[in-house]
């Protein structure tokens, strides 16, 4: 897996670098959309996820 990755990403860079933007949108939206319909006892946990998630895309 990790040699088919190296070779789109040797190959066709925007490619690769609009699909792992693809990846990040899609984990966004399903914590913005599991937090939407969370209950709010489970609010808190989800928000530091999300968190923890943004917190690790500022470090790269």
Not at 31 to 49: G, T, Y
Request: hydrophobic letters at 65%.
């Amino acid at each position: 897996m990790w040699a088919v990755l190296e070779q789109v990403a040797v190959a066709a860079p925007q490619i690769f670098l609009y699909v792992v933007g693809l990846l990040v949108v899609m984990i966004l939206l399903s914590l913005v959309v599991s937090l939407h319909k969370a209950e709010a006892a489970e609010r808190p946990e989800i928000i530091r996820a999300l968190a923890e998630l943004m917190a690790f895309w500022k470090k790269r």
